[in-house]
């Protein structure tokens, strides 16, 4: 067999079938046929003998990472305000650095370090936001297209509460929307476009509801903010007096779920009918843990989440978020839980690793179809890691090296629907 997409990995196979269901298979076979998990074995069946087998011996192979939320073009001032909150973070470093990117050589700069880097990191999937300006956000999936990873990438809306290098009048928010649409339509592989209202406070009413008609006409996904920070959600309060609530007010406007499949990030301070409303919905929430701590906006209770069989993903959410390593989020997302069980609600107890794990391989995976794990039939996404770099005495079992790695990580290779990305500049 000479397809270059089918071929047999070995090693030590570990992959989440649920949260709590975590698989380590030691020194076995994944075979990938046409870009997609056949399955994973402890000897190579008889009709797959022919296939090319790349040994990696002792080292770990997990499913690709899916960063279910992040802003490229914030890429450029990661590390910077972090001492302040989302609003006057949004205003003083982000707003200013955003309106950049109208100059196509500048996005140009930006946006190669941002795809060289996430191509070079554990990421073989992400949602992605981009900015108002139609051109720079299709350099951004021209750059992105060239990574060979699988992502979605969205043209950012806003309509009002915007400096005026970022307000659009929705006229021009429209047409600059379907005008993407059409010129990104069939022209990637990988990359594929999500709707992107930032937020309910950027965007008017009639803005919001053409967006919904878009997602419905042109039956994409849709990816937000919900619930980040407590100025933002009296905000949206004043600004939305006739919805109980953030998550209702976009229900209000059909923008939350059910026939659009919709991510919202954060989701920090959610009541419990909120809860309910996203369980209804099918809405993904992009737990982001490192801009949350970043920006003081609070600990979302992850537990609860999971609790009520919520769909939930990891994000970086650059640059609120100071790190492109999904294995990084895990780990802050882990010690946040732990932070909120012991300061704040000893009922809700801390996410475990295998948890964490599955929240930024399947969890978020999901969203993507049937993504982030190696169960047969899902799209062969896969890092190798190598752990002998990390010296220990004692012998450990293979998913203590996870746990290991995911603190430790090192990355020797990378698979994106079976083909092998470069790790190298």
Known sequence: MKDENSFILKGNIIYSESPTKLICIPQSYLICMEGKVEGVYQEIPSEFENLLLKDHQDALIIPGLVDLHTHAPQYANRGLGMDQELLHWLEQNTFPEEEKYADLDYAKKAYSIFAADLRKSATTRASIFGTIHKQSTLLLMDLLETTGLGCMVGKVNMDRNSPAGLCENRQQSMEDTLSWLMESKSKYRRITPVITPRF????????????????????????????????????????????????????????????????????????????????????????????????????????AFMDKELLVGLGTDIAAGNTLSIFQVMVAAIQASKLRWRLKDQDLKPLTIKEAFYLGTKGGGSFFGKVGSFEKGYEFDAIVLEDNSIKYPQSLSLEERLERVIYLSHIKDKYVNGNCISLLD
């Not at 803005?207 to 009296?234: F, G, M």
């Not at 976009?250 to 959610?270: K, R, W």
């Not at 809405?283 to 600990?299: D, K, M, Q």
Request: aromatic residues 8%; contains cysteine.
């Open 200 to 303: 309910l406070p950027s965007c008017t009413d009639e803005l919001l509801k053409d967006l919904s008609r878009i997602c419905r006409s042109y039956q994409l996904p849709l990816q937000s903010h919900l619930s980040e920070n407590l100025d933002e959600i009296d905000w949206v309060k004043e600004l939305f007096p006739k919805a109980i609530g953030y998550a209702d007010a976009y229900s209000q406007l059909d923008l939350f779920g059910n026939e659009i499949p919709t991510i919202m990030a954060h989701c920090v301070h959610l009541t419990n009918e909120e809860m309910d409303l996203i369980y209804e919905n099918r809405v993904f929430i992009a737990h982001c843990p490192t801009s949350n701590t970043n920006l003081s906006s609070g600990i979302a209770p992850v537990r």
